[in-house]
């Protein structure tokens, strides 16, 4: 990130002014009103801006030129609405942790923020979140299973159409997450949220006979299937991962990953995995 500012504030990005320097044809020319680089648009531009839309600003900027140069090095070219849940995904990420805004009426106090805590000797453990996206009526679910000690075995994410309910969400998040982890052999599980409503009534002996109760029942079948399978509660700030990849998958039909970390969490899963040593 602080390359591709670096380069933005020095006006050595190759823009199309910068090209037309460089007599390499080229279509593309920026307009800046009054200025004339970029350069000098950027400072004005910072010096009457919110820390906040700084924040905006810088990441949407470092994840634009990311896929830039990803589609320069011979990738597919993203869906527009994917890299947009990526920055947004982030945005969330950089506000709950590092981010605190002078005009803000919420506090957080770091003290009181839980960490992520490794699962009891030989199980998984596979956090689990759902996000809501009102504007489509999608529904985002997260996945991400980890060993004691913090090791990614694998990751999921994707969007459920109609669904705007977020226990329903929350609930539908755990099925998928259910038969994720048995289509990938997993059999020794401590499954967590951050949804109290709904643990508790997956945890009850009585019949649900809520708007939820269905999938419910469903989660209660195929959690018997598994050699070991329990559920258990966390605060928001211990299941951040499987909340980041939920809040990046509005246009994520499904995607999974094996051994290996999705770009959107890696460092959200890195200073977990630091802070629990």
């Not at 991400?144 to 000690?149: A, V």
């Not at 539908?172 to 109290?196: P, Y």
Request: hydrophobic share 40%; aromatic share 8%.
């Amino acid at each position: 990130m602080k390359i591709v500012l670096w380069r933005m504030a020095h006006n050595c990005l190759p823009t199309g002014d910068q090209l037309h320097l460089r007599s390499i044809p080229t279509s593309i020319r920026l307009k800046l009103k009054n200025f004339s680089n970029m350069r000098l648009w950027l400072l004005d531009w910072v010096s009457e801006a919110s820390d906040y839309h700084m924040v905006v600003f810088a990441v949407a900027i470092w994840h634009i030129w990311e896929n830039r140069n990803n589609i320069r090095n011979g990738e597919a070219v993203p869906h527009p609405g994917r890299v947009l849940g990526k920055i947004k995904a982030y945005i969330d990420f950089i506000l709950m942790n590092d981010f605190s805004s002078t005009t803000s009426t919420r506090r957080v106090n770091q003290r009181s923020i839980q960490k992520w805590s490794p699962p009891p000797g030989g199980l998984l453990l596979m956090n689990v979140d759902a996000a809501i996206f009102s504007n489509s009526g999608r529904m985002g679910y997260g996945v991400i299973i980890r060993d004691h000690s913090g090791f990614v075995y694998a990751a999921s994410r994707g969007y459920v159409n109609h669904v705007v309910n977020p226990e329903l969400a929350e609930a539908m998040a755990v099925r998928h997450a259910l038969n994720f982890a048995a289509q990938a052999g997993f059999q020794n599980l401590m499954v967590v949220s951050d949804c109290l409503s709904l643990i508790n009534k997956v945890k009850s002996m009585n019949q649900d006979r809520s708007h939820t109760g269905a999938v419910v029942y469903d989660i209660k079948c195929k959690a018997l299937k598994f050699v070991t399978c329990n559920f258990g509660h966390v605060d928001r700030s211990s299941n951040e991962a499987a909340h980041v990849l939920a809040k990046s998958a509005e246009h994520d039909v499904g995607s999974c990953w094996f051994s290996e970390i999705p770009d959107v969490i890696r460092t959200i899963v890195c200073n977990e995995r630091c802070l629990s040593e």
